[in-house]
């Protein structure tokens, strides 16, 4: 019988030498995905620099938020904030190593997988036949294996990370915080990570195409509201701390990430050139902001130019 459905396949079950039996039409086992020929076969490849690229966006999420909030709970006179930062960095790192030691295959830092073809294939839970239109066939499986489920497991080591280190960490320096303050960014996390969950499992296809451009955007968006917010308007403004100074490298790097995820490096030679507009936005910025300071306008508006 024809095997139906975009993502129903059948299943290989003996082989001796040039003999090989296949079962009936239906799911692929984890870790393989249907053929043309709608055999299953095992995901085999190694992932592409764009899947690696999508998964450190994926595993970066978590990374930032805690230190989004980290920042924004402990205070400006509060000395645990960098201890917070890294302690955050080193369970992100943990965590992520853990998933791919736990990956297929088992024990080393590299997976295997299924490439990636169209959009669909995030979404094979929409693509079950009904031949007969009673009776529907169950063909859902992890087409793009392991790129969908390997992201639920970096975000559970890092929340159980979390728990064991950080309100032992918090709770011994954070002396500078009130007793209602000192675990409010822990609270957050235990906030976003189901909401990053939930973004995983129904915009993982979307965010899997569209990360790039979301990188860039909201990496621009940032850096113009901070600088904003710190008044930030010559490079002096910009120099006379060192916070300012990593705020602005670490948004350039995510600049980076984004122009080299959108190129995909596919030629080397014509894609490296893009990274010299890496520090274009915040030149761009120092030099009109004087342009647009709110005083000067007024003052403007009120002398009628």
């Known amino acids: 019988m024809a095997c139906l459905g975009l993502y129903c396949g059948k299943t290989l079950l003996f082989k001796n030498g040039s003999t090989e039996i296949y079962g009936e039409c239906g799911v692929c086992p984890r870790g393989q995905r249907t053929n043309a020929q709608k055999y299953c076969q095992p995901c085999t490849e190694s992932p592409e620099l764009y899947d690696w690229l999508y998964l450190g966006f994926m595993a970066m999420l978590p990374l930032v938020l805690h230190w989004f909030f980290i920042e924004w709970y402990s205070g400006k006179k509060s000395s645990s904030a960098l201890f917070q930062h890294i302690t955050a960095l080193f369970e992100c790192s943990m965590a992520a190593i853990i998933t791919l030691l736990v990956s297929d295959p088992i024990g080393v830092l590299h997976i295997r997988s299924c490439r990636v073809l169209m959009l669909s294939d995030w979404y094979t839970m929409l693509y079950n036949p009904s031949p007969d239109y009673i009776t529907t066939v169950h063909c859902t499986h992890e087409a793009v294996y392991p790129l969908y489920t390997i992201v639920f497991i970096y975000y559970a080591f890092c929340l ?11 709770k011994k320096i954070a002396c500078g ?15 976003f990570f189901p909401i990053l969950t939930v973004l995983q499992a129904v915009g993982g296809g979307l965010l899997y195409y569209a990360f790039p451009y979301i990188i860039l955007v909201l990496s ?3 850096l113009a509201v901070y600088m904003s917010a710190s008044e930030i308007e010559n490079c002096y403004d910009l120099l006379v701390r060192k916070k300012r100074l990593i705020v602005l490298f670490s948004h350039w790097l995510l600049h980076a990430y984004g122009i080299i995820s959108i190129s995909r490096v596919d030629k080397l030679e ?8 890496v520090p274009t936005p915040a030149l761009f910025y120092l030099f009109t902001a004087k342009f647009t300071e709110p005083s000067r306008i007024l003052s403007e508006g009120a002398n009628g130019h």
């Open 177 to 191: 915080l009130g007793k209602s303050d000192r675990f409010k960014s822990i609270y957050a996390a235990l906030y």
């Open 220 to 222: 621009l968006v940032t």
């Open 270 to 277: 014509q894609d490296l050139p893009l990274l010299a507009l």
């Open 160 to 170: 159980v990370l979390m728990m064991l280190l950080r309100p032992l960490l918090v």
